[in-house]
């Protein structure tokens, strides 16, 4: 069975993929078929995401996903754990749910102890896209941010109100043009700062609307304030552990979904 956007009236024969960061970007490049998939990146802006989710949506793609890396709102989650999402909550209140049957796709390639919303899976880093295919993923609802969530107590606030697992600034954005479309939805997400990690003052500016780094920039704000090249450290190593689990688990998960949708 073939699921295509409401919008298609030829035959559709790619995902659309919508990442924040060009090296979101080439993770999910280097894990997936590039000639089943068309990426997107959207600069960390949900509005962006949702025009490159609607272009997606009437040039025939099956399915929707956005993928890159999350900020963790659950304790229990570390760099590099990977989330896949039932449900996105937005800032305006609305409530985008994972197509069901993307997640159905999905299940064969997950790991035992994934798929338990309602604890905090155990996380096993042998299983996230081992020799085996299978994947270790936390199957729960994420929290789509139009503003940073730079602070810890932020973090707490959205996992103790809202009971999402993690955060992140495009995927309600795709969500709501995909659900305008009438296009499957999901999205995947690794987690880079932990809920107990602040992000550094020196890195709220440092996305271009590209998607680039403004690396330049933004060492030279730390370089001004020397105690903030230690949590800028941080977060790379953790963004780097998050790309990892992406070119890792992307592969066995986007062969499942190739198959149930005949691309």
């Not at 659950?74 to 209140?93: N, S, Y």
């Not at 929290?143 to 600034?169: C, P, R, W, Y």
């Not at 066995?252 to 949708?261: D, G, T, V």
Request: aromatic share 4%.
């Amino acid at each position: 069975m073939k699921t295509m956007c409401a919008s298609d009236t030829n035959s559709s024969n790619f995902i659309g993929v919508i990442c924040g960061l060009k090296s979101e970007a080439q993770a999910v490049a280097a894990g997936v078929d590039k000639s089943k998939i068309r990426i997107g990146v959207s600069g960390a802006n949900a509005a962006r995401a949702e025009d490159i989710a609607r272009d997606f949506c009437n040039e025939g793609a099956s399915a929707i996903f956005s993928i890159g890396f999350s900020g963790g709102l659950d304790p229990a989650l570390r760099p590099g754990d990977l989330v896949i999402g039932e449900t996105i909550i937005a800032d305006d209140g609305s409530v985008y749910a994972g197509d069901r049957y993307l997640l159905g796709c999905l299940n064969p390639a997950l790991s035992r102890e994934s798929g338990n919303p309602g604890r905090s899976a155990k996380m096993d880093p042998r299983l996230r896209g081992d020799e085996r295919g299978k994947v270790e993923a936390r199957l729960a609802a994420l929290f789509g941010a139009d503003e940073i969530v730079d602070s810890t107590l932020k973090k707490s606030a959205l996992f103790q109100n809202h009971g999402a697992v993690a955060v992140d600034m495009e995927s309600h954005g795709a969500a709501r043009a995909a659900a305008r479309a009438g296009a499957p939805f999901l999205a995947i997400r690794a987690i880079a700062d932990p809920a107990d990690r602040a992000l550094p003052p020196a890195a709220l500016n440092a996305v271009a609307p590209d998607g680039s780094v403004r690396a330049l920039a933004t060492v030279g704000a730390a370089l001004r304030d020397p105690k903030q090249l230690w949590a800028l450290r941080e977060l790379g190593q953790d963004s780097a552990a998050a790309a990892k689990t992406l070119r890792r688990s992307l592969g066995p998960l986007f062969s499942r979904l190739f198959l149930s949708l005949d691309l």
